[in-house]
């Protein structure tokens, strides 16, 4: 029966194009048991269409007429729930499977980074037009620190494209207020920690939308003086002291006794938020792990999910130098207190019926925490504090798409509706029966896409995990003389361990239509990036592209995706200054260029000087629509030569990099008495 069920589907989903997701292409879900989140309550025997991302129709299976041009999946019975939302995470490009691809995997299909960058809103739109697969992203505003001279002009830059505002720890008690004014009057979306100088009080009256993580009101119990007026550096070194000193006594304490001490103090910090509509992010899952990297790294690393980690990260934590292990050397033994602590906010908060979301803070390569993975663990930690199935679900779908809604204004997701986005899971068992339930996918949707079980185990298959670790990149130049030349990257991570490039003994290149006619010999090494690197003729092919290198009987691979194609313009270097073969008398020589004209995507500029060796010795930049850049004194020599260029890209971030044109290389000397 069970395997007739994923069958079946698998079968019904080989039908389904896996390429570019169609806004119009309908998708129906039949017979399906409905989880639909509006109510604690399954729906048995439902047939649901979906056009493009949207559900458009649900009813009974022998009501509902399904389109002839309609893809079929067939539930078979199986039960239907909306995606997870992952609503603390930190996408970086540094792990060895695409991040992306984990979060589809465990379906989590929306997630909002809380220390945005431009590449991420790239992601984003790429992902919302169907040109990339992923979960539906949003994206707070690079952290506002504390450390910023201006504050208000930052909360002005950055609050262009992102969706909210994320403050941090070290923020003074002025700063904060002048940032909380600005959000208001600019209606943005405020999520954060609870900035030391400012404390819990400060923090409900100037009405901050969201508190980013539980542990933060542990600082609440702490005595210390908030008017420090310490720089950023030391709030850190100064509340640890504090907190160690006062809760030694209360290291060793049983269960029972942390909550005779802690109880009363735990109610009063969370009767303070009753009815201040201020929603709460949970990343309890981090404590946990926190606890296992600190006394059994070897065990937590032996768990099937930390195969997904990446190679630097294993490193680091094998020789004690990992995040967490630094920060709580010597005093080890606060974690454990720390985490009965946390689990006591969330069950008061619970208690309380503050509105939670689940997040993880999953992605950040420093911590150890496996991007998706993640998710059913923080499920679980919910359940274990007293939540039921639906409750916790809840937290995961309901309660994120309330928080969206304060930020953006669309209350979309969560919830299996008509209108709503077509997020989901389908499963074999009945996650309100119990959320491990979750982990046995059938399939999961997202973003107008539908990934089947096998499509997805091919996504996350451990078997693409490198063992030698591996980085590969294709992109679309125009050179110079107008020609078009796909560069291939396929950088060796430094945990390798061999020779460069010897030990490396073969390299594969296959492209969306198969293997290329490229070895190792053709490949050209820079040694300063671990790079093997060649053009080939011609612009490359829309699809996906796979780097594979052995070396004896280890192997490693990689895969990029050019997503577009796109013809940037070279600029006219007549623009340029200085021209061709100037001589400079100033330390700190101006470059200014022409900019290009291309409206398909934002253009992203790099500028780069080489010295007489052609050794590039000097580069800033990739950024938007930069038009000159001055070099700080010291960097170019008296008498010397030199040779600068201008690179043009479609993305701010080199992994992202799609399509890039670039300049002849202009030279110029510096004179011998540089004024
Ligand atoms: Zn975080």
Redesign the pocket.
Known sequence: MKSSKILRVVILTILIPMGCSNSEEIIAFKNVSLVPMTAEKIVPDQTILVKGDRIYRIGKSDEVKIPDKAKVVDGDGAFLMPGLADM?V?LTGEWPLPQLDLFLANGVTTVRD??GRDFMLQWRDAIKAGQRAGPTIYAASPIIWGYEKNVAEHISKRKSGYDSIKLYSYLSENDFKKVMVLAKEQKLYTVGHIPFAVGLDGVISEEMNEI?HIEEFIWEFIDFDRNENLPPKEWFPYLKKAIYQQNKPFFDLGTNEIKNKYLQEVTATVRKLESKNISVCTTLYLDEVIIQKLFEPQKFLEQPTSAYLPQQYINALLQGKEKHQLQFQGGEDLAPLKYAIDKMLLIELHKAGIPLTLGT?AG?GAMGIVPGFSIHAELRILIENGFSPYEAIQAATVNASRVVAAMIGKDDFGTIDIGKRADFILLEKNPLDDVANIKNRLGVMAAGRWYGEKEIQTMIDPALLPTIPVIGGVVNIRNPADEFITVFDIIIGQSFGGRLPDDIESITVTGPEGVLAIRKEDFTFWSSANDFYIGVPGSPKVGTYKFTVTSGNRQGSAIDTQSIVRPIPVPDISTFSPPEGETLDLKTPTFSWGTVTYFDAPIYYLFQIYDSTGEEIYRRGRIQNMTSHTVSAGILKPGEKYRWRIRISDSGHWMEEQNRSETKKLSFKMAHALK
């Open positions: 603390h930190h809380l220390d980013a803070d950040t």
